[in-house]
Nanobody
Framework: VQLVESGGGTVQAGGSMRLSCGNS????????RGWFRQAPGKERQFVAA????????RYAGSVKGRFTVSKNIAKDTLYLEIKNLEPEDTAVYYC??????????????????WGQGTQVTVLS
């Protein structure tokens, strides 16, 4: 598995952005894929996850209603739509996969595969 994020950049507060995460490596079974973010000086935190072969999704409370996670199985790609961006959303956003188990995981330790991250900067 080789996860590669794209779509980050700089945007004004209130704007929107769509992040993508493709897999350029071997297709390895995963229960879910997720998004995490890490702001400067802070720990990596959970944002959203979606069951890869199912329909369930899960969000961090701080992003619910503004973030939408989705997938395209045929393209082996994960997406994160972000609306009404806030300066507090500024962070490096990481795609995660390789989750085992049968429930959506919201911890860093629950995922085995990670992308290199894409920077999102929101200007006030």
């Amino acid at each position: 598995v080789q996860l590669v994020e794209s779509g980050g950049g700089t945007v004004q507060a209130g704007g929107s952005m769509r992040l993508s995460c493709g897999n350029s490596g071997e297709n390895v079974r995963t229960y879910a894929r997720g998004w995490f973010r890490q702001a400067p000086g802070k720990e990596r935190q959970f944002v959203a996850a979606i069951a890869w072969l199912g329909t369930t999704s899960r969000y961090a409370g701080s992003v619910k209603g503004r973030f939408t996670v989705s997938k395209n199985i045929a393209k082996d790609t994960l997406y994160l739509e972000i609306k009404n961006l806030e300066p507090e959303d500024t962070a490096v956003y990481y795609c995660a996969g390789g989750q085992r188990g049968k429930s959506l995981c919201d911890t860093v330790e629950g995922y085995a595969d990670w992308g290199q991250g894409t920077q999102v900067t929101v200007l006030s």
